[in-house]
């Protein structure tokens, strides 16, 4: 989908999948939008560290203690409410979105319509040179700037990317279902083929 309010392009299976760390992006929007309420800083401590520094460690690193960490601190109602208040249904509990959710929760990111613009920019910047880049990132050809969260628990294997180019910005979202870790190298080999087929059907 274009992030600036294009039709959503669904393939496959329509329903929430677990969206193991992709989800990371609606906590983050989460503790920001406190901040931006004035009810939480940046420079609040946050285990050993920074709130700020725990965002980070979540989007660039995938940290997962700095997950827990942020979602106490938000709240696991509190981040329900702020889901439903962008129009996603969300439960910690149970951590499902669809494929249509997460783009939705990404076009509106990049389009500024979640956060102030200093947030914005600087989430974003933390989805960029993370530490597994071998999805999405890997079979983007040269002039598209990427910025994405993906996930890998289990049986599970995701990526939801924003690409921007000159013709516009789009959003990308594969969720993938295998048998178990296994068969990670060939559903890689699969996201990397739809992120082909989608950038030069868009270029």
Request: aromatic residues 8%; without cysteine; proline residues 2%.
């Amino acid at each position: 989908m274009a992030t600036d309010g294009g039709d959503v392009h669904q393939y496959g299976v329509e329903e929430p999948f677990e969206a193991a760390s992709t989800a990371k992006i609606l906590t983050a929007a989460a503790y920001y939008h406190l901040v931006e309420e004035g009810s939480a800083s940046l420079d609040d401590p946050l285990g050993a560290f920074t709130s700020e520094f725990q965002i980070q460690a979540m989007v660039q690193d995938s940290n997962n203690e700095s997950w827990s960490l942020l979602m106490a601190a938000v709240g696991l109602s509190e981040l329900s409410e702020y889901a439903a208040s962008i129009d996603v249904t969300y439960d910690s509990e149970v951590n499902t979105l669809s494929t249509a959710e997460m783009a939705h929760i990404l076009a509106e990111l990049f389009e500024g319509r979640l956060l102030d613009q200093e947030h914005t920019e600087q989430l974003l910047s933390y989805m960029q040179d993370t530490n597994y880049e071998n999805l999405i990132p890997a079979a983007v050809p040269d002039g598209i700037t990427v910025f994405h969260k993906y996930g890998l628990l289990d049986d599970e294997l995701a990526d939801a990317a924003i690409l921007s180019m000159s013709s516009g910005s789009y959003v990308l979202v594969v969720f993938t279902k295998g048998a178990d870790l296994s068969d990670i190298p060939e559903r890689t080999v699969v996201i990397q083929e739809i992120t082909k087929a989608v950038t030069a059907a868009l270029s």
